[in-house]
C-alpha cells in the first residue's frame, strides 16, 4: 500500500484482537532504517501487576535513524480515568534510562489528563506536568503556551440527545461548561528534556488542519474523538567549541622578518569552522519526521519542516554569534492524537 512504501510500520507483538484498540507507529522511511527492536515487555516488566494497562495500550521500539542516532519510538492509550498514565511513563522512561546505548526517547500519547482531577480517581493534568517533569521530561507545549494560562483542550465530546443514554446528554447551550462534557487536555508528546525545543504547536478538529476551539467533536468530517495535535520540533543545539588562547605576560622581540602569508595563512585555520555538515546531513535537512498516534496510535506522515545543522568556530575575543534556535524550521512534525 501508499503507507507501507513511506513507512515502516510496527505493531506490538502481543495485541487485543478483541477490543481492536491498539498501538502503532508508523516511521518514515524519509528518516529512519529498518532496523528495529521492540521493548514493550521490557516497560510493562517495570509496571506493577495491578497497573490497567492491556494488551495493545503501549508499543516501544527502538529505531535506527538515517542520521546514526537510535530512538526509541513509543505510543500509549490510557485509561478513562488516566490512572495507568504516571505509571507507565515512569516504565518507558526507566526503561530507555537503563538502556545500554544512547537512545533519544519520543512519546505519543492519549494520557487521558483531565482540567479538573481527583486523587487516586482521576488524573488531574497539573499532577501529570509535575510527574513527568520530575521525570527529567517535557512536552511538546513547553513554551509553546503561555505560562499560568490553561493547555488547550484536544477533547470536546458532549452528548445530545440524539443517543440511548440521556442521562448523559447535554443542552446545547450547556456543552462548554457542564460537568458531562469531556472537553480536556487529554493529549500529550514527550521527550527528554534539553533533548528538543518546540517551535510551534497547533491542533486539527475539522481534518483540514484548522482548530475551532468552540465546537464538540467528533462529526461527520471529523471522526474522532481526540484532535490531531501538532508540534514542531527542533533539535537542541550543541554548546558550541570554545576557542582557548594563552596570552604571554613577557613581550619578545621577533627575529628576522614576518612572514605575514604563514601568518594569514594560520588565522584562516582558526577562522575555518570546526565541522561542517556532512553530505549526508544536507541531504537530510529538507526532511522531516512526523509521528502521530491517532485513535490510540503513533503514526508518522509527510511535512514540510526543515532542519539546519550549523556549527562553527570564533576567533577569541570577537563576540557570540546571535542564537539561531528562534530560527530553525525545526527538524520534524509530530502529531499526537487518540481516542479515549
Known amino acids: 500500500t501508499d503507507l507501507s512504501e513511506r513507512y515502516h510500520i510496527f505493531s506490538p507483538v502481543k495485541i487485543d484482537a ?8 508508523l516511521a518514515s522511511k524519509a528518516k529512519f532504517t529498518g532496523v528495529f527492536s521492540e521493548l514493550t515487555a521490557s516497560a510493562i516488566e517495570l509496571l506493577s501487576a495491578d497497573a490497567p494497562v492491556s494488551a495493545g495500550d503501549l508499543l516501544a521500539v527502538v529505531v535506527d535513524g538515517l542520521d546514526g542516532k537510535k ?15 504516571i505509571p507507565v511513563v515512569e516504565a518507558v522512561n526507566k526503561m530507555v534510562n537503563g538502556l545500554s546505548y544512547d537512545a533519544s526517547l519520543i512519546f505519543g500519547m492519549d494520557a487521558n489528563s483531565h482540567f479538573a482531577g481527583k486523587a487516586g480517581k482521576k488524573l488531574g493534568v497539573t499532577e501529570f506536568i509535575e510527574a513527568f517533569t520530575e521525570m527529567g521530561l517535557s512536552s511538546c507545549f513547553e513554551g509553546m503556551v503561555e505560562e499560568g494560562t490553561p493547555l488547550p483542550h484536544t477533547t470536546f465530546n458532549a452528548r445530545t440527545y440524539l443517543q440511548p443514554q440521556l442521562n448523559k446528554a447535554i443542552k446545547l447551550a450547556d456543552r462548554e461548561t457542564s460537568p458531562l462534557t469531556d472537553r ?14 518546540p517551535t510551534a504547536l497547533s491542533s486539527d478538529n475539522d481534518g483540514s488542519g484548522n482548530f475551532d476551539a468552540s465546537a464538540p467533536f467528533p462529526t461527520l468530517a471529523f471522526p474522532s474523538d481526540h484532535a490531531v495535535l501538532s508540534s514542531t520540533l527542533a533539535m537542541s543545539e550543541a554548546p558550541e567549541t570554545q576557542v582557548e588562547a594563552t596570552v604571554e605576560t613577557e613581550l619578545k ?28 546531513e544536507q541531504a537530510m535537512a529538507g526532511e522531516t519526521v512526523v509521528f502521530v498516534p491517532g485513535f490510540g496510535s503513533v503514526s508518522g506522515l509527510d511535512a514540510d519542516a526543515l532542519a ?10 570577537t563576540p557570540a554569534p546571535p542564537s539561531k534556535l528562534e530560527e530553525s524550521k525545526g527538524w520534524g512534525k509530530l502529531f499526537c492524537g487518540g481516542c479515549s
Open 184 to 197: 480536556n487536555p487529554k493529549d500529550f508528546i514527550l521527550f527528554k528534556k534539553g533533548l528538543f525545543t
Open 253 to 280: 622581540p621577533v627575529e628576522g622578518e614576518v612572514d605575514e602569508a604563514a601568518v594569514e595563512e594560520k588565522v584562516a585555520d582558526v577562522e575555518e569552522p570546526k565541522s561542517k555538515p556532512t553530505e549526508e
Open 71 to 85: 530512538y526509541v519510538l513509543a505510543s500509549f492509550h490510557g485509561d478513562t480515568n488516566g490512572l495507568a498514565t
Open 18 to 25: 478483541k477490543r481492536d484498540q491498539n498501538s502503532l507507529v
Open 308 to 317: 539546519e545543522f550549523h556549527a562553527s568556530g570564533k576567533l577569541p575575543g
